[in-house]
């Protein structure tokens, strides 16, 4: 069974084939994502991915997406963990003092003006980020590009292979979790 972690910096999953760019995490593959992914057609059964796409623009997010599919077998599913914008949205209008806790406690960029409006602002560009998706626009993208996205919790899945890979939990990030099933097309 081949499972692939995408952009593992150095958080490896034992088991899987790592791949990512910066090699000081030691991945089993060195690769550009956003060039395309080193694999054949439909090889792999699992992908996992955790805060990559939020680094990438949405166009390149489409394509990246697209190869995804491309290596995964028909039936395979890609788990997705992304930053949710409404969740941020949510904390910044509703708990602004959870949302600089979290900032603070799990992110640890020191803040000028120690707000919430900074910590919105920081968070939208911080760590590379490009593009925050709410859950909404992140099914439509995939579901353009031939899955079916379905969010989930916090290290659960119908794919046991999927449960407890999660690194960010609810508490300690502002995260949202999915489980794309690659479709026919």
């Known amino acids: 069974m081949t499972k692939i972690n995408l952009g593992s910096g150095h958080w490896k ?30 090889v792999a059964e699992f992908m996992h991915t955790e805060d990559f796409l939020d680094q990438l623009e949405l166009e390149h997010a489409y394509g990246f997406l697209r190869e995804c599919h491309r290596v995964l077998k028909p039936g395979g599913v890609l788990r997705v963990l992304t ?8 904390l910044y209008m509703e708990e602004p003092d959870r949302l600089r806790d979290l900032w603070c406690n799990f992110v640890g960029v020191p803040l000028s003006a120690g707000t919430a409006g900074e910590v919105f602002n920081l968070g939208m560009r911080h760590a590379g980020h490009t593009f925050i998706y709410d859950a909404e626009t992140f099914r439509e993208v995939l579901s353009g590009c031939g899955f079916d996205a379905r969010r989930v919790a916090y290290n659960q899945s119908e794919k046991p292979e999927l449960r407890s890979l999660d690194l960010r939990s609810p508490e300690n990030a502002i995260s949202m979790y999915f489980d794309c099933y690659r479709l026919e097309r």
């Open 13 to 42: 999953l034992p088991g899987w084939v790592n791949v990512d760019l910066d090699l000081s995490g030691d991945p089993e593959v060195c690769a550009d994502l956003s060039a395309g992914l080193p694999f054949r057609d439909a």
């Open 83 to 90: 930053p949710d914008l409404e969740t941020m949205a949510r």
